[in-house]
C-alpha cells in the first residue's frame, strides 16, 4: 500500500460501510477475496444474491416498492406479482 491507496481511500470515505466491502468483494483477488469473506459472510452472500438478480434488486426491491434510477429520473416499479 502507498500514497495512493490513501488518497484513493480519503476519497472514499463518504461512502456507505457495506458499499466499499461489497467494493472490494468485487476487486479483490482470491486471497483478499477469501478474507472478506470469511470476515463479512453475510454481505458476501447478500453480493452473491445481487449479482444473479435483475438490475440487483432482491427482496422488497424486487417486489416493486422501492424506486429505481434511471438515466437521471425516477420512476416507480409495478408490483406484477399476485397476491
Given at each position: 500500500?502507498?500514497?495512493?491507496?490513501?488518497?484513493?481511500?480519503?476519497?472514499?470515505?463518504?461512502?456507505?460501510f457495506y458499499a466499499l466491502i461489497?467494493?472490494?468483494?468485487?476487486?479483490?483477488?482470491?486471497?483478499?477475496?477469501?478474507?472478506?469473506?470469511?470476515?463479512?459472510?453475510?454481505?458476501?452472500?447478500?453480493?452473491k444474491r445481487r449479482n444473479q438478480?435483475?438490475?440487483?434488486?432482491?427482496?422488497?426491491?424486487?417486489?416493486?416498492?422501492?424506486?429505481?434510477?434511471?438515466?437521471?429520473?425516477?420512476?416507480?416499479?409495478?408490483?406484477?406479482?399476485k397476491r
Open positions: 500500500m502507498g500514497i495512493y491507496e490513501y488518497r484513493a481511500a480519503f476519497k472514499l470515505q463518504n461512502n456507505p461489497m467494493a472490494a468483494m468485487m476487486k479483490a483477488d482470491s486471497k483478499n477475496s477469501l478474507k472478506l469473506r470469511t470476515l463479512f459472510p453475510e454481505i458476501w452472500e447478500e453480493l438478480a435483475l438490475g440487483g434488486m432482491i427482496g422488497a426491491e424486487a417486489a416493486g416498492r422501492f424506486r429505481q434510477e434511471r438515466g437521471g429520473s425516477c420512476r416507480i416499479l409495478i408490483n406484477t406479482q
